[in-house]
Structure formats: structure tokens, C-alpha cells
């Protein structure tokens, strides 16, 4: 009888055990799924902000392909003002010379013409001629 009974409480015995090990097992099957859920949804939440940013930085780049248009439209124009307004200051620079004796030729001129009115080589001029 004591064969039985010895039996009976090494059956218990691994009885409480095999329940207290399915506890926890079972208690570490849920705290993992508890960790996998909560890791799946950070993961998702990631995932959202990261296509969130991406999607804003898609729209940034197809604005900064447009403002490139028009600040590339923009340089050639002023390369183009840039290119006339060197050649203009060119002929200026090239014919100042020329220009500015013309003018002192033209002033003298007008000296010597006023001079001649005003009578004071009137005088002269009668002679010459």
C-alpha cells in the first residue's frame, strides 16, 4: 500500500509540476507574442512615417525640378543680358577714344566760333579773306 500511495504522490507530485511548467510556458508563449505584437506595430508605425517622409521628399524633389526650370530659364536669361550689355560696353570702350577727340575737335570748334562772333578775331578773319 505504501508502493501505491508513494505512486500516487509522485503522480501528484509531477502532476503540480507539469501544471506549473505549462504556466509558465504558457505565461512565456504570451509574454513573446506580447513582444511580436508590440514590435509589429512599431515596425508599422515606422513603416507609415518612413512613406510619410518619403512621400514629402518625392513632393520636395518634383518642386525643386520645377524652380530648377525656372532658375535655369532665369541664368540664361541674364547671360543674355550679361553678353549684351558686354558688348555694348565694348563699342563704348573701343570708340571712347575716338569719340572723345571728336567731341574736344567739336568744342574747339565752337571756341573758336563764338570767339569769331563775339568779334574778337572778327577782325582777323576779315583779313584772310
Known amino acids: 500500500m505504501d ?28 509574454d513573446f507574442v506580447k513582444a511580436s505584437n508590440d514590435s509589429i506595430e512599431a515596425k508599422k508605425r515606422e513603416v507609415t512615417a518612413k512613406s510619410a517622409e518619403k512621400a514629402k521628399a518625392e513632393g520636395e524633389l518634383v518642386e525643386a525640378k520645377k524652380n530648377k526650370g525656372k532658375v535655369m530659364t ?10 549684351q550689355l558686354h558688348s555694348s560696353c565694348d563699342f563704348i570702350l573701343k570708340n571712347f577714344e575716338l569719340r572723345q577727340t571728336a567731341r574736344d575737335e567739336e568744342v574747339q570748334a565752337l571756341r573758336q566760333a563764338k570767339d569769331i562772333l563775339s568779334g574778337s578775331h572778327f577782325d582777323e578773319f576779315l583779313q584772310a579773306a
Do not use: V
Open 3 to 30: 508502493l501505491i500511495k508513494n505512486i500516487i504522490t509522485d503522480a501528484k507530485a509531477m502532476e503540480a509540476e507539469t501544471t506549473r511548467d505549462e504556466e509558465d510556458a504558457q505565461k512565456a508563449y504570451e
Open 74 to 83: 532665369e541664368l540664361e536669361q541674364l547671360s543674355n543680358m550679361n553678353a
